[in-house]
């Protein structure tokens, strides 16, 4: 096991909705998936699959089966990120940009810039914060399921 940027590194599989030379908009409508395999240097190996003909139970098939880790994408519907997370992986919703950029920057821990997120996602985490700090105290299981349902956008 090597170091990145002072992390350890383990082996991985990262997908990405793409559409262009860009992050697809929407997960569910996605037309091509890039699978990267990162190495320590870079990239090892790089797949495109075409998956505009696969209905979404089949493109979450498709990310276990290439072993995904990570699903890098832009919108996502509740149903989608539900069966993706469940069998896993995890899924870092509401980004945009160019394939190339946005991968560096998750390779490099930076993919939190704002340059990278959708205009819904910092609304959306902005009201995610403002509700869980409304319901502290006597609702706190409920504040964990407001939470919990406002992860994603609808």
Not at 53 to 79: F, P
Not at 97 to 124: C, M, T, W
Not at 126 to 134: A, D, R
Request: glycine share 8%; with cysteine.
């Amino acid at each position: 096991m090597g170091v990145i940027k002072g992390r350890p590194w383990k082996k991985m599989n990262i997908a990405i909705t793409i559409w262009g030379f860009r992050v697809s908009p929407l997960f569910d409508a996605s037309g091509k998936l890039l699978i990267v395999d990162p190495d320590q240097g870079g990239v090892r190996m790089e797949r495109q699959f075409e998956v505009s003909h696969l209905s979404l139970m089949e493109k979450c098939h498709l990310l276990q089966q290439q072993a995904v880790n990570v699903l890098i994408c832009g919108a996502i519907s509740h149903t989608c990120f539900n069966r993706v997370t469940a069998a896993g992986i995890e899924v870092i919703p509401l980004i945009c940009g160019d394939i190339k950029k946005v991968l560096a920057a998750y390779l490099n821990h930076s993919l939190e810039n704002a340059s990278f997120f959708l205009p819904q996602r910092q609304a959306f985490f902005n009201h995610q914060t403002s509700v869980m700090l409304m319901d502290q105290g006597e609702n706190q299981g409920r504040m964990s399921t407001i939470a919990t349902q406002k992860r994603m956008p609808q």
